[in-house]
């Protein structure tokens, strides 16, 4: 299906010229979005500083009740909700393969790093999947929307640091009461991480809990400080 899809998509391109990924509108060839439905995604506005969930415009400060008792990340960076038409472009590129999408996600999460101020880390490093999951899918999402954000960041893109060790069930087929036992435990640094200030990348975060287990697993390799950088935020 990925490559059928590829090959299709590459001849819309030279017959049609490159379309917008929403409207079919023209739009520029490397970003694949029109400028008005660009402006229409659904931006995240203000924001926990540790975990980047929403907060009313209207809260008194920038950390969520869950961060006051025990925050997981040293920071956190997430670029939109996870709402329409952000949803469908991130479940069509996990589940149908549209390995463009990528490329526009990682590019909308590194404009909105490019747009604040951040410590640069010394790592990205992708949420990875196990290997089983991994050959069912053929592709790790993070890790594609990861590779688009080395050059903002000025760091390096590492596949060789964390590792799942076991095939979870996914996230989404869980209630939430039952997402932490199921992640507890799933990862693994596959070396000594000492002194180094990494960021996780993800595709989206709905209750954290992926993303703390592989920082737990980071810490315990040495980070002195893990980032969270999260295309959309639920």
């Known amino acids: 299906m990925t490559k059928l899809?590829?090959?299709?998509?590459?001849?819309?391109?030279?017959?049609?010229?490159?379309?917008?990924?929403?409207?079919?509108?023209?739009?520029?060839?490397?970003?694949e979005l029109c400028a008005a439905c660009r402006h229409d995604l659904p931006w995240l506005g203000a924001c926990c500083r540790y975990c980047a969930l929403a907060l009313p415009a209207t809260a008194a400060n920038d950390v969520c009740p869950a961060c006051r008792r025990r925050a997981h990340f040293d920071s956190a960076?997430?670029?939109?909700?996870?709402?329409?038409?952000?949803?469908?472009?991130?479940?069509?590129?996990?589940?149908?393969?549209?390995?463009?999408h990528a490329r526009l996600l990682g590019d909308l999460l590194a404009a909105r790093l490019d747009a604040q101020p951040f410590e640069r880390p010394d790592a990205l490093v992708p949420i990875p999947l196990h290997p089983a999951g991994y050959r069912?899918?053929?592709?790790?999402?993070a890790e594609r929307i990861a590779a688009?954000?080395?050059?903002?960041?000025?760091?390096?893109l590492r596949r060789d640091v964390l590792q799942r060790r076991r095939d979870t069930r996914r996230q989404s087929e869980l209630p939430a009461t039952r997402r932490a036992?199921?992640?507890?435990?799933?990862?693994?640094?596959?070396?000594?991480?000492?002194?180094?200030?990494?960021?996780?990348i993800d595709d989206v975060v709905t209750t954290?809990?992926?993303?703390?287990a592989a920082a737990r697993a980071l810490r315990a390799a040495g980070c002195s400080r893990v980032d969270l950088y999260c295309v959309a935020r639920a």
């Open 5 to 31: 899809y590829r090959w299709l998509h590459n001849i819309q391109i030279t017959a049609l010229g490159p379309r917008c990924l929403l409207c079919a509108a023209p739009a520029p060839l490397a970003r």
């Open 208 to 212: 954290g809990h992926t993303a703390a």
């Open 77 to 100: 960076i997430g670029a939109l909700h996870y709402a329409a038409p952000v949803d469908w472009l991130i479940t069509r590129l996990k589940f149908q393969g549209r390995l463009n």
């Open 181 to 200: 036992a199921n992640v507890r435990d799933a990862f693994v640094a596959t070396r000594a991480l000492a002194d180094c200030h990494v960021a996780i």
């Open 148 to 156: 688009r954000l080395t050059r903002p960041c000025g760091a390096p």
């Open 136 to 141: 069912r899918r053929g592709f790790n999402q």
